[in-house]
């Protein structure tokens, strides 16, 4: 089993940045690629970056290519999500979760063991 905890969400202006932070028990860990996901209000939960295990692959949701960077370190079980030149609409809660079924890496239903997220806010 894995427990998340994110951190690192807050208030920020527009083409501001911010670095999320998931860590990760269980012993597992490694083992996983990762996923971050993201839900606004209102919304569905939408896939925004995923990490292979290795950390040598990347996958990012058309919308944050170019401006967010997904990262891990395995010794200390830790993902990083770096989000540059914000924009108000990328305002939600930012969850992170192990790919643990072998579906879609872009289809949250691929991933459980959600964490309780954390609020990026931006504002114009």
């Known amino acids: 089993q894995v427990h998340l905890v994110e951190s690192g969400g807050g208030l920020v202006q527009a083409g501001g940045s911010l670095r999320l932070s998931c860590a990760a028990s269980?012993?597992?860990?490694?083992?996983?690629?990762m996923g971050w996901f993201r839900q606004a209000p209102g919304k569905e939960r939408e896939f925004v970056a995923r990490?292979?295990?290795?950390?040598?692959?990347?996958s990012y949701a058309d919308s944050v290519k170019g401006r967010f960077t997904i990262s891990r370190d395995n010794a200390k079980n830790t993902v990083y999500l770096q989000m540059n030149s914000l924009r108000p609409e990328d305002t939600a809660v930012y969850y992170c979760?192990?790919?643990?079924?072998?579906?879609?890496?872009?289809?949250?239903?691929?991933?459980?063991?959600w964490g309780q997220g954390t609020q990026v806010t931006v504002s114009s």
């Open positions: 979760a192990p790919q643990r079924f072998s579906g879609s890496y872009y289809d949250r239903r691929s991933y459980d063991y």
């Open positions: 269980g012993r597992t860990f490694s083992s996983y690629a």
């Open positions: 990490l292979s295990w290795s950390g040598g692959s990347t």
